[in-house]
């Protein structure tokens, strides 16, 4: 079957960073689907896995952590779906991912495709719903039944693809929603998901914090950059307040700035109940089916934006350097096997 993957770990430019490949074609086993792809999405996450620094390997690295397609057949465990079912999900980490015509996928991690979108808006939002709806509801604890309406959130990086799917998930929990946005197609984009304010990184925070009225903000959801914003949401976040972040730090952070408040900082990984199997993996299932189901509902709004046809190497490549250059605007989606 055709799937896109490397066996170098190499800068996006060199000619060998993905390739095309004809891989053998899995069986589904145990819990797993076995999903025909017809549509993926690129995340940040792909280009971390492909980036140089690793050793070669013998057999091909598949990468692509965002689908949707339809299941063609299931494995003897397998009781949430049935071949013929359109569905969409992330998927592992730890396995090879979805940049291949047929891929595995454990039936705990896949939710029932929206009914509203096609193949091509369903595989922009898994991961990124997943992170935004983990940090939110399950790390920062916002209610997302209203419990918290009225509170203040600051998030971080608003137009890219977790900020996109997060402003919404933010505002139907009734946050009053900061977002970050700093050039004019970005700041529109933010707005009209819906971001109460929006505020530019590349100026200090604080000042434009105040203008909104606000000394701190209940909640800090930083979807860009750890290490850089670790002393400015320190400041800006409320006593007892809560941070979470989702970016690899690359230097110590400074414990300290938090214990004088108080504050709560946790992280958020979607990939973590995947990877250790958890024992409440089955709440990714659960959670795209709700966001599917607010999909559906009018209550969240699609974040698909570019489509680039079909999936190979070529395409992929270029996807990969459009996130690298860290100025995408909601999700960008390739679809189509030739
Ligand atoms: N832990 C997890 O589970 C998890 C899950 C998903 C993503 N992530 C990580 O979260 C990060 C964001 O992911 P994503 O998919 O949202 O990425 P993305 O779509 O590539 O984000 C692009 C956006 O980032 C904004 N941006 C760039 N530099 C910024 C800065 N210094 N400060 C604030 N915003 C900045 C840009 O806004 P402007 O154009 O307006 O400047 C752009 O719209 C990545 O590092 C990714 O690996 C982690």
Redesign the pocket.
């Known amino acids: 079957m055709k799937a896109v993957g490397l066996y170098k770990y190499l800068p996006i430019d060199h000619p060998e960073s993905l390739l095309d490949l004809d891989v053998p074609k899995p069986e589904a086993q145990g819990r797993d689907l076995l999903v025909r792809v017809e549509a993926i999405s690129v995340?940040?996450?792909d280009t971390?896995v492909r980036a140089p620094g690793k050793p070669d390997r013998i057999d091909p690295h598949v990468l692509g952590w965002d689908a949707a397609g339809v299941v063609e057949a299931v494995g003897p465990e397998v009781t949430l779906f049935k071949p013929g079912d359109a569905v969409y999900y992330a998927g592992d980490i730890t396995r090879p991912g979805s940049n291949s015509r047929y891929h595995l996928v454990d039936e705990r991690i896949v939710g029932s495709k929206p009914r509203s979108m096609d193949m091509v808006q369903s595989a922009a939002v898994p991961?990124?719903a997943?992170?935004a709806y983990?940090?939110l509801f399950d790390r920062l604890g916002i209610d997302r039944d209203g419990a918290h309406c009225g509170r203040s959130l600051l998030l971080?990086?608003?137009?890219?693809?977790?900020?996109?799917i997060g402003i919404q998930l933010a505002k139907l929990a009734g946050l009053a929603v900061l977002a970050?946005?700093?050039?004019p197609?970005?700041?529109a984009?933010?707005r009209r998901l819906g971001a109460d304010h929006v505020l530019d990184?590349?100026q200090p925070l604080r000042p434009q914090v105040e203008a909104t009225g606000r000394r701190f903000v209940d909640y800090i959801f930083n979807?860009?950059?750890t290490d850089?914003?670790w002393d400015t949401t320190a400041d800006l976040v409320s006593p007892q307040g809560k941070i979470c972040?989702?970016?690899?730090n690359k230097g110590p952070l400074n414990q300290q700035l938090l214990k004088l408040k108080s504050v709560t900082h946790v992280?958020?990984?979607?990939?973590?109940r995947a990877k250790y199997q958890t024992d409440d993996m089955i709440e990714q299932h659960r959670l795209l089916n709700r966001v599917a189901d607010w999909i559906d509902g009018g209550k969240l709004a699609g974040i698909h934006r570019e489509t680039l046809q079909p999936i190979n190497a070529a395409n992929l490549k270029n996807a990969h350097a459009r996130?690298e250059s860290?100025?995408?605007?909601?999700?960008l989606v390739l679809t189509g096997w030739e």
């Open positions: 995340n940040p996450v971390k991961l990124v997943i992170t983990e940090a971080i990086g608003g137009a890219g693809g977790v900020g996109s970050t946005a700093s050039r197609d970005s700041i984009w933010v990184h590349r979807c860009a950059d850089g914003y972040t989702i970016v690899e992280w958020e990984l979607m990939f973590t996130l860290g100025t995408m605007i909601g999700k």
